[in-house]
Structure formats: structure tokens, C-alpha cells
């Protein structure tokens, strides 16, 4: 069984960057693509940027200037920063698999998730 | 303010169906087949229940089922049980490597 599990600090100060990991274990990282999505506290869900396990990144528009995806296929890792951070970026943050059918693969459409990181922005 | 528009509460009885509706734009639901749905439990990560509008993943309940129609994705939860009372998301590809979602439905069973 697939488990995605994130890893980072839950406090962060404004204006610095937010670092997470998401750990994947129970299959490999290889041939899928990895996302992160976050949820501010009792709010909806917002995608922040796929990878895949090539190193091929996409990023929300909203955010792209700010987030960077990176991969660590010998480890099963793949990690998010995004910086300049502020309030608005308190959320819980998580890590989710592509999801693939008998016959495709799919970037946006995700069936396994990690159970969730919160972060905090505060000074 | 989330692109999708999801009304933010929807219920039904026991053994009644309920449907959740997911309105967006040419540009989203209205121009690609790339709708999910997503069921979210508190404190739990969110659950894959549609893909590609209306197909399910293995697992999941027939009493599950999504459509479209033009701009608007609806989601169909038929044979109402307790366990399907958590919040409903739904999400669309919104083109040029974009995904967009609702702002969540919370589903009361009565």
C-alpha cells in the first residue's frame, strides 16, 4: 500500500521560505506525478505545482513565482519551497499522487495523500 | 474567492439521493473532460471518488456518480448513508497546465 508522508517545521516566520518533504514509501516515485496542494484552515483546496519524477516541474499561476518543486528519486522524496512567505500562506500543506487508471495517467487527478503538514506563519 | 462555485451546504435523508453542483467556466469544466470530486472527512485527507467526470476508482461505491452538463459538474450520492456526510470538493482542469477547484460542499446526512 502506497503511503505519502510530509515532513518539515509547522512554524515559520514571515518573509522567510517554507520548507516540506513528502516521503513516499510502498511504491516508487517513478512514472507518476507528485503535487502539492494546501487548505488554509476552514477553507477549500488550492493545487500549488506538480513534478514529475524526471524533475519536470508546473506550478500554479498564483503562486509560481514563489515555489519551487524538486525530486529526490533515490530517496522516494520529492519537497516544496516556497518563499517570502506570509500569513496567507498558513495552511495545511499536502503532498498527493497522480493518479493512473488501467490505461492512463493523469497530472491532475490525485489518489493517494499524505495526512496533512500544518504550517504556521507567524512571528 | 475559489474559481469553481459549489453551493456550501447540501442534505438529505437516510436512503435519499442528494446532488452537489460544481459551476465554472468555458474555460474549465465547460472545455475539458478533467472533472474530480473529492470527499473529505475532518481532520482527513481528501478521498478520490470521480475522475474524468464520471468514472470511479476501484473501491468506490456505485452510489457514486458525476456528470456535466455544459459549465456545470454535479456530483450524485445516491442510497444516502451516514458515512457520506464529510465535505464534497470538486476540481477541473482550467487548461495551460491549471487545475483548479470548488470551494467545498459540506454534506449533512439527516
Known amino acids: 500500500q502506497v503511503q505519502l508522508q510530509e515532513s518539515g517545521p509547522g512554524l515559520v516566520k514571515p518573509s522567510e521560505t517554507l520548507s516540506l518533504t513528502c516521503t513516499v514509501s510502498?511504491?516508487?516515485?517513478?512514472?507518476?506525478?507528485w503535487s502539492w496542494i494546501r487548505q488554509p484552515p476552514g477553507k477549500g483546496l488550492e493545487w500549488i505545482g506538480y513534478?514529475?519524477?524526471?524533475?519536470?516541474?508546473n506550478y500554479n499561476p498564483s503562486l509560481k513565482s514563489r515555489v519551487t518543486l524538486s525530486v529526490d528519486t533515490s530517496n522516494n522524496q520529492f519537497s516544496l519551497r516556497l518563499n517570502s512567505v506570509t500569513a496567507a500562506d498558513t495552511a495545511v500543506y499536502y503532498c498527493?499522487?497522480?493518479?493512473?487508471?488501467?490505461?492512463?495517467?493523469?497530472?491532475?487527478?490525485?489518489?493517494?495523500w499524505g495526512q496533512g503538514a500544518l504550517v504556521t506563519v507567524s512571528s | 474567492q475559489s474559481a469553481l462555485t459549489q453551493p456550501p451546504s447540501a442534505s438529505g435523508s437516510p436512503g435519499q439521493s442528494v446532488t452537489i453542483s460544481c459551476t465554472g467556466t468555458?474555460?474549465?469544466?465547460?472545455?475539458?473532460?478533467?472533472v474530480s470530486w473529492y470527499q473529505q472527512h475532518p481532520g482527513k485527507a481528501p478521498k478520490l471518488m470521480i475522475y474524468?467526470?464520471?468514472k470511479r476508482p476501484s473501491g468506490v461505491p456505485d452510489r457514486f456518480s458525476g456528470s456535466k452538463s455544459g459549465n456545470t459538474a454535479s456530483l450524485t450520492v445516491s442510497g444516502l448513508q451516514a458515512e457520506d456526510e464529510a465535505d464534497y470538493y470538486c476540481?477541473?482542469?482550467?487548461?495551460?497546465?491549471?487545475?483548479?477547484f470548488g470551494g467545498g460542499t459540506k454534506l449533512t446526512v439527516l
Open positions: 498527493a499522487r497522480g493518479f493512473c487508471s488501467s490505461s492512463s495517467c493523469y497530472r491532475f487527478q490525485f489518489d493517494y
Open positions: 474524468e467526470v464520471n
Open positions: 476540481s477541473s482542469y482550467a487548461g495551460s497546465n491549471n487545475l483548479v
Open positions: 510502498g511504491g516508487s516515485i517513478s512514472s507518476y506525478y
Open positions: 513534478i514529475y519524477h524526471s524533475g519536470a516541474t
Open positions: 468555458n474555460n474549465d469544466v465547460g472545455g475539458y473532460n478533467y
